[in-house]
């Protein structure tokens, strides 16, 4: 009988096939509460995060962007104004909780005519070749069972001399911050989760896989495999996040 | 383009920076009509000390900042915090560029016209007021403060009036700005005369040396 392929779950070992339900749970149950969660468990700093990946990814009038794993819209309620009537965004994720979540939000909030909601998986983009000016995958990139897969799916879709980029979190580059940031992760953020959306289960699962994603010099350089080139990272808030870009070249 | 300081720390600042004058255009409203005319002009303040660079995106919507941009700038200038404060503050911004420590690039008119949208922003308080406490104790307040605020420029321009008369008339301590402004006009004519004449003397003593021999 052969082996079947492994990938992880946070710390477990799961097999490939069976990760993405596994992860689309996780966001089933939070997509309610994920903005408030957000900001609860950031302090509100991700809005800085996210708003130094839109000053990195110059995006400009007229561009198109794609931005997977795009939750709850912030991102693409910010590019839908840069881009103006005669852009073109598209907020895509693999949930459709989130998605519902997002579009409610961004129709709400009276945004619409440039943004298109589109639910896919990052590793098979139904997008053709050289469609967008850039791509953002905002804290998505983790939760992708093969994230070579998807890097190349993104490098199809960007048009040439396109930027992708990754906003993740990633190792703190100072030993005391990465203490007290485990300490954080691992005894406050459950006991959070469970008092707001009453899952701890979800961000247990959370402080796990950030454990487990590439640090920045590795994703970088599976960037570079992948085919992007200037590949470079910015660390945010000690290391906690990192913005990693590319271009297509 | 990297910035210095920790881009979570550098966004931040920005971010606060742009609520804060965008919250101040929205009570405004004459500013908006200005800034349209503006819309598609990017504005490059490159702070040295400290070093900061800012950009500036205005629309009809307001004024958007950002640390980085990767496309054409219309006007850039470079300078110290101090003299972008100054010129901030200017009344007279063309003179302020011109004898100021700023070095400027590109088109100086969007600048110019940037600078007079907000040197000239007139803060309509009421409609804050008024949707936090109600028309009447809202509109009550709001004239209250329209009032402090006029009397208060009122004073401030006669305080400025009376200091520059005592200064200029009673103490004697510095002259008229217009008397100096001649006295500068009178020293850079006298100064062109003499070149002049110098120039004149050089030519007569070269003709001189030349009949001579």
């Given at each position: 009988m052969s082996e079947k392929e492994t990938t992880h779950f946070g710390y477990q070992e799961v097999e490939k096939d069976a990760k993405a339900g596994m992860v689309a749970d996780v966001f089933h149950s939070v997509a309610a509460r994920y903005d408030l969660m957000n900001d609860l468990m950031s302090g509100g700093i991700h809005r800085i995060w996210k708003r130094f990946t839109i000053e990195l990814s110059g995006v400009r009038k007229k561009h198109s962007v794609l931005d997977i794993a795009?939750?709850?819209g912030d991102l693409a309620a910010r590019f839908a104004e840069i881009v103006g009537p005669e852009g073109r965004v598209v907020l895509a994720d693999i949930n459709d909780s989130m998605l519902q979540v997002g579009r409610d939000k961004l129709l709400d909030k009276g945004?619409?005519?440039n943004i298109e909601f589109v639910q896919a998986d990052a590793q098979f983009l139904p997008f053709p070749d050289d469609s967008f000016d850039c791509v953002t995958i905002a804290f998505g990139l983790r939760n992708v069972t093969d994230i070579n897969l998807a890097l190349h799916s993104m490098l199809r879709v960007l048009k040439p001399g396109g930027r992708l980029l990754v906003l993740e979190f990633s190792k703190p580059q100072n030993a005391l911050l990465s203490k007290a940031y485990d300490t954080y992760s691992f005894r406050v953020l459950p006991v959070m989760g469970r008092l707001v959306t009453n899952d701890s289960e979800s961000y247990q699962y959370l402080a796990e896989s950030i454990r487990k994603h590439p640090d920045q010099g590795t994703l970088q350089g599976m960037m570079e495999d992948a085919g992007f080139c200037q590949c470079e990272y910015h660390n945010m808030t000690g290391g906690v996040v990192a913005l990693h870009r590319g271009i297509k070249a | 383009m990297t910035t210095t300081i920790d881009p979570t720390l550098h966004t931040a600042m920005l971010a606060a920076l742009e609520a804060g004058l965008n919250r101040g255009l929205n009570l405004s409203p004459q500013s908006k009509p200005g800034l349209a005319r503006l819309e598609d002009s990017v504005f490059a303040l490159h702070c040295t000390a400290p070093n900061l660079n800012i950009y500036l995106h205005p629309s009809a919507q307001g004024i958007r900042l950002t640390g980085i941009h990767h496309g054409p700038v219309t006007t850039s200038i470079r300078g110290e915090a101090a003299d972008f404060t100054e010129l901030a503050m200017s009344r007279d911004p063309t003179a302020t560029l011109i004898n100021g420590g700023l070095e400027l690039e590109g088109d100086s008119a969007p600048l110019i016209a940037l600078q007079q949208v907000l040197a000239t922003l007139d803060i309509d308080w009421e409609a804050p007021l008024v949707s936090a406490l109600g028309d009447i104790a809202g509109h009550q307040l709001a004239q209250t403060l329209r009032r402090g605020f006029s009397w208060s420029k009122q004073a401030s321009a006669g305080l400025t009036r009376q200091l520059e008369e005592f200064i200029h008339?009673?103490?004697?301590v510095s002259p008229p700005r217009l008397e100096v402004e001649d006295f500068y006009r009178d020293l850079q004519d006298l100064g062109l005369r003499v070149d002049r004449l110098q120039s004149r003397a050089e030519r007569l003593r070269a003709r001189l040396q030349k009949t001579r021999s």
């Open positions: 795009g939750g709850t945004r619409q005519g | 008339e009673e103490a004697r």
